[in-house]
């Protein structure tokens, strides 16, 4: 499927990579047409970016992959790969109102059952009793909502006040780029990842781990995905993000070793068990690669192996709704799903006889239990290598006031949409820098970036002139 470096680099010498004045011109998606069909819009997205095959999720499940709602551009880490703006510390947060719109937007966009990251910056930062409203008014949208934070202030009374309030999932995003005190290195911060999922146990919210992988810490994935495994039954999914060089952060591009491939070849390594990632797509194949392994008395079994298994199964769930905070509602739906298509049914059942029959040991010493933990891999592209055909197949957008945009185009142009004043209900202006409202807009301009406010290369820049 083309996911190694050299790969990229043939789609880059044929012509593929987005100009500078293309990304400075590029919008966000409009509105869709009245009575359009998001999972037929998607569809044409997926056909148009050459990704539509038979296990393509997207335009048969799903709308999208997910949208990111930025509800603050603040952060209490200062990661050495963080995709924020230099500016992104010293604007203000959106008004409430601005955030509700958006979430109205998505809807309209990609309709019901879709996943709204609640995100940032870091979104705890945001004043408690707003981010319990926005997650509100996401799931009375019908919508999904997953908190992703760093988890420093994720408290548990936080965690389920939320779950209260919708909350489906919490993503915690631990690794070595964010540099916190005490931790030497990716082993040492699985402690923290277990205490993280301690706040969450026995809370009604699907457990999330967000890695980003770099040249520093590749070696050690393996044992990253080794406490994943050993922690199956309370993490839902592992997602692995590569290293790219955008944003603010001081790291810049990756090294030749950290590729889809390279970090594939960790997980397994740790899961201790072969796995295949290419047989499910979400979106372009030249940004996700997908897993999923059965876990049962510290046994990871490949539930991916069988191509044609995968893609009949994927056709009879259409529709079917999957709550990933219950296990027994998930059975019941994929129970449900096989009951609808009873042909699938028949047609899968010499495969999940022998998978059964594989598993047989791991599943008598485990009582019977199994948990699910899905592994992905995500490919950010650098913000000054966009390829076109990834930009048009993106799963994975971010809401803006003009409407989604492609998450990789929208870190090549943060500040276009961060710096924009904003138009409010009452016909007024809200400016980001000084976050007053205005009877006018004013003109677009970066707020000064102090000592408190500057982080990234602009935090090492300061500190250097000030020797």
């Given at each position: 499927?083309?996911?190694?470096?050299?790969?990229?680099?043939?789609?880059?010498?044929?012509?593929?990579?987005?100009?500078?004045?293309?990304?400075?011109?590029?919008?966000?998606?409009?509105?869709?047409?009245?009575?359009?069909?998001?999972?037929?819009?998607?569809?044409?997205?997926?056909?148009?970016?050459?990704?539509?095959?038979?296990?393509?999720p997207i335009g048969r499940r799903f709308a999208i992959g997910c949208v990111a709602l930025e509800i603050t551009q603040r952060c209490n880490l200062d990661c050495t790969l963080c995709y924020l703006s230099e500016h992104s510390e010293a604007v203000h947060d959106?008004?409430?109102?601005?955030?509700?719109?958006?979430?109205?937007?998505?809807?309209?966009?990609?309709?019901?059952?879709?996943?709204?990251?609640?995100?940032?910056?870091?979104?705890?930062?945001?004043?408690?009793?707003?981010?319990?409203?926005?997650?509100?008014?996401?799931?009375?949208?019908?919508?999904?909502?997953?908190?992703?934070?760093?988890?420093?202030?994720?408290?548990?009374?936080?965690?389920?006040?939320?779950?209260?309030?919708?909350?489906?999932?919490?993503?915690?995003?631990?690794?070595?780029?964010?540099?916190?005190?005490?931790?030497?290195?990716?082993?040492?911060?699985?402690?923290?990842?277990?205490?993280?999922?301690?706040?969450?146990?026995?809370?009604?919210?699907?457990?999330?781990?967000?890695?980003?992988?770099?040249?520093?810490?590749?070696?050690?994935?393996?044992?990253?995905?080794?406490?994943?495994?050993?922690?199956?039954?309370?993490?839902?999914?592992?997602?692995?993000?590569?290293?790219?060089?955008?944003?603010?952060?001081?790291?810049?591009?990756?090294?030749?070793?950290?590729?889809?491939?390279?970090?594939?070849?960790?997980?397994?390594?740790?899961?201790?068990?072969?796995?295949?990632?290419?047989?499910?797509?979400?979106?372009?194949?030249?940004?996700?690669?997908?897993?999923?392994?059965?876990?049962?008395?510290?046994?990871?079994?490949?539930?991916?192996?069988?191509?044609?298994?995968?893609?009949?199964?994927?056709?009879?769930?259409?529709?079917?709704?999957?709550?990933?905070?219950?296990?027994?509602?998930?059975?019941?739906?994929?129970?449900?799903?096989?009951?609808?298509?009873?042909?699938?049914?028949?047609?899968?059942?010499?495969?999940?006889?022998?998978?059964?029959?594989?598993?047989?040991?791991?599943?008598?010493?485990?009582?019977?239990?199994?948990?699910?933990?899905?592994?992905?891999?995500?490919?950010?592209?650098?913000a000054r290598r966009l390829e076109r055909d990834r930009i048009t197949g993106c799963a994975f957008m971010v809401a803006t006031a003009e409407g989604p945009i492609s998450m990789c185009l929208h870190n090549a142009k943060r500040d276009d949409f961060l710096l924009r004043p904003l138009s409010l209900a009452d016909g007024t202006w809200w400016d980001p820098a000084t976050g007053r409202?205005?009877?006018?807009?004013?003109?677009?301009?970066?707020?000064?970036?102090?000592?408190?406010?500057?982080?990234?290369?602009?935090?090492?820049?300061?500190?250097?002139?000030?020797?």
């Amino acid at each position: 499927m083309g996911t190694g470096m050299d790969g990229d680099a043939r789609i880059g010498a044929n012509g593929g990579w987005m100009s500078a004045a293309e990304v400075a011109a590029a919008r966000p998606h409009p509105p869709p047409a009245p009575g359009a069909d998001p999972i037929g819009c998607a569809r044409q997205r997926m056909q148009d970016a050459g990704a539509w095959h038979p296990r393509q999720p997207i335009g048969r499940r799903f709308a999208i992959g997910c949208v990111a709602l930025e509800i603050t551009q603040r952060c209490n880490l200062d990661c050495t790969l963080c995709y924020l703006s230099e500016h992104s510390e010293a604007v203000h947060d959106i008004p409430l109102e601005e955030v509700f719109r958006r979430i109205a937007m998505i809807r309209e966009h990609y309709g019901p059952d879709t996943e709204v990251q609640v995100t940032g910056g870091d979104p705890t930062l945001r004043r408690r009793d707003e981010l319990v409203a926005i997650v509100r008014r996401v799931t009375e949208a019908g919508m999904r909502a997953s908190l992703f934070t760093n988890g420093i202030r994720a408290t548990r009374d936080l965690l389920a006040e939320l779950s209260a309030a919708g909350l489906v999932d919490v993503a915690f995003h631990v690794d070595m780029t964010q540099e916190r005190k005490g931790y030497a290195s990716e082993v040492a911060l699985n402690a923290l990842r277990a205490e993280y999922i301690s706040r969450a146990r026995g809370l009604p919210l699907a457990v999330v781990f967000n890695t980003t992988v770099f040249d520093g810490n590749l070696h050690e994935i393996p044992a990253v995905a080794r406490f994943f495994r050993d922690h199956a039954d309370a993490v839902n999914l592992a997602s692995f993000q590569l290293q790219a060089e955008t944003g603010r952060g001081t790291l810049g591009a990756r090294g030749a070793p950290v590729t889809k491939d390279s970090v594939a070849a960790a997980l397994q390594t740790g899961i201790g068990a072969p796995l295949t990632f290419d047989t499910m797509a979400v979106g372009h194949q030249g940004c996700n690669r997908y897993a999923l392994a059965l876990v049962a008395d510290g046994g990871a079994h490949d539930m991916l192996d069988d191509p044609r298994v995968a893609a009949t199964l994927l056709q009879a769930m259409v529709g079917a709704r999957f709550d990933r905070r219950d296990s027994r509602r998930r059975a019941f739906a994929f129970l449900g799903g096989l009951a609808r298509h009873p042909g699938a049914a028949l047609g899968v059942l010499p495969w999940a006889v022998r998978k059964a029959w594989a598993m047989r040991r791991d599943l008598w010493r485990a009582r019977g239990r199994a948990s699910k933990l899905t592994l992905f891999i995500h490919d950010f592209m650098d913000a000054r290598r966009l390829e076109r055909d990834r930009i048009t197949g993106c799963a994975f957008m971010v809401a803006t006031a003009e409407g989604p945009i492609s998450m990789c185009l929208h870190n090549a142009k943060r500040d276009d949409f961060l710096l924009r004043p904003l138009s409010l209900a009452d016909g007024t202006w809200w400016d980001p820098a000084t976050g007053r409202a205005m009877p006018t807009p004013p003109a677009p301009q970066p707020p000064a970036i102090t000592r408190k406010t500057a982080k990234g290369r602009r935090r090492i820049e300061i500190r250097h002139a000030a020797r």
